[in-house]
C-alpha cells in the first residue's frame, strides 16, 4: 500500500474485476462498481445502528463511508488493504486480506 491510501480493494462486480481505492484524499474506482455504489447510496442504505454510530451510505463523505459502502457494492471482495490511518488516534492496526480463491489479474 503506498503512503497517501487509505484503503486499496479489489474484488467482483457482476463477474467482472473491480477496484477502488481512496488515495491522496481521492476516490478512485472502476466504473461498474461506482454505478453499484451509487445505487447504494440513493437507496439510503445505512451501516450500524442500535448503540453503534450509524454511517449512512456515502462516496464523497470520507474515506471510512466510503469503504463500507464500497464493501457492500462487490459481488465479491477478493482483497482488501487498509491503513492505521484508517481508524484515526484507535490504535487499530493496518489490514490486509487476499482471498484464497483463484487470483484474477489485477484491475489498474
Known amino acids: ?61 470520507g474515506p471510512l463511508p466510503a469503504l463500507l459502502t464500497l464493501i457492500r457494492a462487490f459481488d465479491q471482495v477478493t482483497r482488501a488493504d487498509l491503513s492505521p490511518r484508517l481508524f484515526g488516534d484507535s490504535g487499530a492496526v493496518g489490514i490486509s486480506y487476499a482471498s484464497t480463491a483463484e487470483r484474477r489479474p489485477a484491475v489498474t
Open 1 to 61: 500500500m503506498h503512503r497517501g491510501e487509505l484503503f486499496d480493494l479489489e474484488g467482483l462486480v457482476a463477474g467482472e474485476p473491480a477496484r477502488a481505492r481512496w488515495t491522496h484524499g481521492c476516490l478512485v474506482i472502476t466504473a461498474q462498481l461506482r454505478c453499484r455504489a451509487e445505487a447504494i447510496v440513493q437507496e439510503g442504505h445505512k451501516f450500524g445502528g442500535d448503540d453503534l454510530t450509524v454511517v449512512p451510505a456515502s462516496l464523497d463523505g
